[in-house]
């Protein structure tokens, strides 16, 4: 009779744990689908939202006005918005930044796959990502208070904002971006395709630059485009270095203002709520979403276009 009634027991228990497991199986897939959802539904949300406000500046502002005029003036007596010192203060200092990242990187990423022993790998690239945790804000007073007045010795009319060195600094903030990338996309190439080139006499400086290289290329290529999002959605860094000067010019040495580093300027109490300089900070926001998007969008074409499957 006990061993019965301890069997009926262990059946019970069974039952309820394979109970349990049901609900688990039926709750797991609800709590996903809902995490999903809500990232869908915030992504909705914020470009909505840009959309909307964006549209309530085109109804004082005209379109062509916006994305051809060179003076930038919101809170003049006449005011004038015109993107475009915005956007070439944008791509300038996005231009120096890889720069500086794309040969460093890449070198780095060489090194790193095809020369470096795995010891010093395990060693090497922890340490350099750790410039990817550096908040960006430190890197803009680095900026500001050591690279200007180093490069102020070289350059002598280098004033003390401008676009040269917070651009120079966002190149070092986002090599490890294209570093580890490239180097991962180097490291999934087969060793065989190493071994056979090497096999045939080639060099391993000749085995990486026509065979290495060309079979990652997907993925370097893409570890570019990333970068450069990166670099055009930077804030403080230009914010704190590159000043606030609405200039249309392509002297480096000059301050200009980026697109984000207009929203923060506007964000900080400047424009009232309601107004067409408030709008203005919506029209901008848009345009430096459909950038970023424009260049993701341009990575995942050319990762798709030149992968290589081994």
């Known amino acids: 009779m006990v061993n019965n009634n ?28 809902t995490a999903a959802f809500i990232s869908v539904l915030t992504t909705i949300g914020i470009v909505l939202t840009l959309v909307f406000d964006t549209m309530q500046f085109f109804r004082h502002v005209p379109f062509w006005e916006f ?10 007596r006449e005011p004038s918005f015109g ?23 890449l070198t780095s990423a060489i090194y790193l796959s095809e020369y470096a022993s795995e010891r010093v790998r395990k060693l090497v690239k922890p340490m350099m990502e750790v410039l990817a945790g550096i908040p960006t804000i430190v890197y803009g007073f680095f900026a500001y208070s050591f690279v200007t007045p180093l490069l102020a010795y070289i350059i002598p009319d280098l004033g003390a904002k401008n676009v040269l060195s917070p651009g120079i600094v966002m190149g070092i903030m986002i090599i490890p971006l294209v570093a580890s990338l490239s180097e991962d996309a180097m490291s999934s190439v087969p060793n065989s395709m190493r071994e056979g080139a090497l096999a045939l006499g080639a060099t391993r400086l000749e085995v990486t630059m026509k065979v290495i290289i060309p079979a990652a290329i997907s993925g ?31 002297d480096i040495t000059e301050s200009m203002q980026t697109m984000t580093a207009y ?13 067409v300089g408030y709008y203005s900070l919506y029209a901008v926001g848009f345009t430096l979403f459909v950038f ?7 990575a995942q074409y050319i990762s798709r276009k030149f992968r290589e499957a081994y």
């Open 6 to 33: 301890l069997g009926v027991k262990e059946q019970i228990q069974q039952n309820l744990q394979k109970r349990n497991k049901r609900l688990m199986e039926k709750a797991v897939p609800a709590l996903l689908f």
């Open 292 to 298: 970023t998007l424009v260049m993701n969008l341009i």
């Open 67 to 76: 994305f051809t005029s060179t003076k930038l003036s919101p809170l003049s």
């Open 83 to 105: 993107i475009l010192p915005l956007i070439n203060g944008t791509i300038i200092s996005s231009l120096i930044a890889m720069c500086v990242a794309i040969p460093i990187g």
């Open 220 to 250: 370097i290529i893409a570890s570019f485009v990333l970068a450069v999002s990166r670099a055009i959605g930077e804030t403080m860094i230009v914010t704190i270095a590159s000043g606030s000067s609405k200039n249309f010019t392509f």
């Open 263 to 275: 929203i923060v300027e506007f964000t900080s109490g400047d424009a009232g709520s309601g107004t």
